[in-house]
């Protein structure tokens, strides 16, 4: 059974930093593209940020230059390291697997993880 | 960037009647757009991909159509269990970028 399941989220002050995970099982994660989407409180979805199985990189403008996207499929994890975060970064964060290569959606999404950042 | 326009943004039926939400694209995405339910307190779930296409396990009464610039999502009978908000989604191919429409609730008239 495919899981994803992200930790990490909290409570952060203006200016501050974040690290948040994403563990995977019931595939092959490292065959995978996978992706992060938020959801601010009562607003819609926007996709942040995506790494691919061979390790590219794609960001929104939005968090560009503030948010790095990393993997380690040894470990069966993604991270989104978080900097100089504000408020409107508050949000829940889901992690999101690309099915195969050249698909144009996700197929599974975890929980995801709440990150409130207020002063 | 393509922008992604749902109608209406609140939908209210009744349980058995047919619910048609729309979606429309900036420019041309071909077939590539997919359809996702998201009830409160929970994550996405995909209904729909390219167009048309019912994710496993989804039930037969949804279904997509449209391509280019203008998509459909149709539940045919409303259970009581497709009372949530439907987002539509795409993706640039370059830069790879996803977009997500606003949102339509559909709500339990």
């Known amino acids: 059974e495919v899981q994803l399941v992200e930790s990490g989220g909290g409570l952060v002050k203006p200016g501050g930093s974040l690290r948040l995970s994403c563990a995977a099982s019931?595939?092959?994660?490292?065959?995978?593209?996978m992706n992060w989407v938020r959801q601010a409180p009562g607003k819609g979805l926007e996709w942040v940020s995506a790494?691919?199985?061979?390790?590219?990189?794609y960001y929104s403008d939005s968090v560009k230059g503030r948010f790095t996207v990393s993997r380690d499929n040894a470990d069966n994890s993604m991270f989104l390291h978080m900097n100089s975060l504000r408020d409107d970064d508050t949000a829940i964060y889901y992690c999101?697997?690309?099915?195969?290569?050249?698909?144009?959606?996700?197929?599974?999404w975890g929980q995801g993880t709440l990150v409130t950042v207020s002063s | 960037e393509t922008v992604l326009t749902q109608s209406p943004a609140t939908l209210s039926l009744s349980p058995g009647e047919r619910a048609t939400l729309s979606c429309r694209a900036s420019?041309?995405?071909?077939?590539?757009l997919a359809w996702y339910q998201q009830k409160p307190g929970q994550a996405p779930r995909l209904l729909i991909y390219?167009?048309?296409n019912r994710a496993t396990g989804i039930p037969a009464r949804f279904s997509g159509s449209g391509s280019g610039t203008d998509f459909t999502l149709t539940i045919s009978s409303l259970e009581p269990e497709d009372f949530a908000v439907y987002y539509c989604?795409?993706?640039?191919?370059?830069?790879?970028?996803?977009?997500f429409g606003q949102g339509t609730k559909l709500e339990i008239k």
């Open positions: 420019q041309s995405v071909g077939i590539y």
């Open positions: 790494i691919s199985s061979s390790g590219y990189i």
């Open positions: 999101a697997r690309d099915p195969w290569v050249a698909a144009h959606f996700f197929d599974f």
């Open positions: 019931g595939f092959n994660f490292s065959n995978y593209n």
């Open positions: 989604q795409q993706r640039d191919n370059w830069p790879p970028k996803d977009t």
């Open positions: 390219d167009a048309s």
